[in-house]
């Protein structure tokens, strides 16, 4: 069984279901990408680990990691390995010294604690050819929801235009307020709004 490299493309609240998010991951070789609905949780795991942020206190994934090297267990990689009726498999693959063996655990899972070992991603040819979106595919759905945005300006040009959001004020702030907001997030575990935060403080030090 041949695997195929993936890496992570891009992590977004998902269109189709409230409430979840895409983990976008792209076979590093080709170019086709597979998209994989997942929850709010593995998707704040997943997050936070990809941006470096350390949480105040130890998620569940976390936890595995700290287990298993307390009982001296490494694990090797993580294969996204079967899709039945729409539902993703995947293995987590470890190794006490001793043997090598495989975990069942759900994609989201098995990419949070892979992360945190710092393992390659894999898939298979069966997966991808059925789940899989061929980059071309994307191209063309982003100009079609360009044009209709371009229909929409046009026969809602007579109408009052909503007033926009305000923006986030965190460019006009000191790095101490920054630091403190900082501070903050991670307290309230907003980890979303802390890698911000944390972007907006890594430009400044640039």
Do not use: W
Request: hydrophobic letters at 35%; proline letters at 5%.
């Amino acid at each position: 069984m041949k695997k195929i490299p993936l890496e992570i493309l891009g992590l977004s609240s998902s269109q189709s279901q409230s409430g979840s998010f895409a983990l976008i991951l792209g076979e590093k070789t080709g170019n086709r990408r597979l998209p994989i609905i997942i929850g709010m949780f593995e998707a704040q795991s997943i997050a936070i680990q990809i941006e470096k942020i350390s949480p105040n206190r130890p998620l569940t994934h976390d936890l595995f990691r700290s287990f298993a090297e307390q009982v001296h267990v490494v694990v090797l990689e993580v294969v996204i390995s079967d899709l039945k009726e729409g539902v993703f498999y995947s293995k987590i693959v470890c190794s006490d010294g001793a043997s090598t063996f495989e975990l069942d655990a759900r994609p989201s899972d098995a990419i949070a604690i892979g992360l945190r070992f710092g393992v390659s991603i894999f898939t298979v040819e069966s997966v991808l050819s059925e789940a899989g979106i061929i980059l071309s595919d994307l191209d063309e759905n982003a100009d079609d929801a360009d044009d209709d945005e371009d229909d929409d300006d046009d026969t809602d040009s007579d109408q009052p235009r909503p007033t926009p959001e305000p923006r986030d004020p965190s460019g006009q702030v000191s790095l101490d307020e920054l630091t403190k907001m900082l501070a903050q997030a991670l307290e309230r575990e907003d980890y979303e709004k802390a890698a911000k935060i944390r972007d907006e403080l890594n430009k400044r030090d640039g």
